[in-house]
């Protein structure tokens, strides 16, 4: 079982953090070009700066691809950095911003992650913002307010053109995963605060989970009524994992 039929049609979202090289991921692309049939589900493969323009040219038709992270500047001395142009001229459809992992390693801020937003989407870049809350939250039982103040200040400027990921940390690469319920609480809390910023859209928009999904747990996780989709980042890694998600979610 898929998200409703009325919302917007199930994502995939592949995050292969700073995985395979451009030659493995080739491989992985034709790998996946072998068995892919366009099912329910939309896949996007957020893969390495450097591997992206080879990634596409091997993936199966309507399968997109995107960034894991974005520069905030148009163009410049920025070294190290990739600019949204270049994403969109990779052929980018998404860009991952404000991922815990770039939050807690490179100390990005809400704003410094709504600013990246920005710059994507005046590129014409869907950014895939990432929310959620470490376990010392969730103990406290703040989850909910927390996540939502971190959305708020992430969206700042933002326009309705953006898929909001919720990924509690506690549930990140540690095979804990949140339940279907857990899911559901927040998503259901992100999309209130999404009509409180974009009125009606907000029932368009998709609002994903990530935090150890596997083809196992992703159809009870995307069933739920305001989840559309899963950002996965292990389980991501494998074409036999990617086409298990895909069934199960058929
Ligand atoms: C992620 O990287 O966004 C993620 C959810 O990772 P994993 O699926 O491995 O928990």
């Known amino acids: 079982m898929t998200a409703s039929p009325a919302g917007p049609r199930t994502l995939l979202a592949l995050n292969w953090k700073m995985n395979k090289t451009p030659t493995e991921a080739r491989a992985w692309g034709r790998e996946l070009a072998g068995e892919y049939r366009r099912g329910k589900a939309e896949v996007a493969v957020m893969a390495p700066a450097i591997s992206l323009y080879g990634l596409k040219e ?27 142009a270049m994403l969109r ?30 710059q994507a989407q005046a590129h014409g870049l ?39 990921a ?12 949140a339940t279907a319920g857990d899911a559901e609480e927040l998503a259901a809390a992100i999309r209130g605060a999404l009509r409180e910023r974009y009125g009606d859209l907000a029932d368009g928009l998709r609002v994903l989970y990530g935090g150890s999904v596997k083809p196992d747990n992703v159809a009870s996780i995307c069933g739920q009524p305001n989840v559309n989709g899963a950002l996965v980042g292990g389980a991501s890694l494998g074409v036999g994992d990617v086409l298990g998600m895909l069934a199960a979610l058929e």
């Open 58 to 84: 091997a993936l199966p038709g309507g399968v997109d691809i995107g960034g894991q992270d974005v520069s905030a500047h148009e163009s410049g001395a920025y070294t190290g950095e990739i600019s949204a």
């Open 89 to 118: 001229d990779a052929e980018c459809t998404y860009v991952i911003v404000g991922h815990s992992e770039r939050r807690e390693y490179h100390g990005e801020t809400d704003a410094a992650v709504a600013a990246k937003a920005r």
């Open 126 to 164: 869907t950014p895939i913002v990432c929310v959620g809350e470490g376990l010392d939250v969730r103990e406290r039982g703040e989850h909910v307010a927390y996540t939502l103040a971190q959305l708020r200040g992430s969206l700042e400027g933002v326009d309705e053109r953006v898929v909001v």
């Open 166 to 177: 919720y990924e509690p940390v506690w549930a990140i690469g540690t095979g804990r995963t």
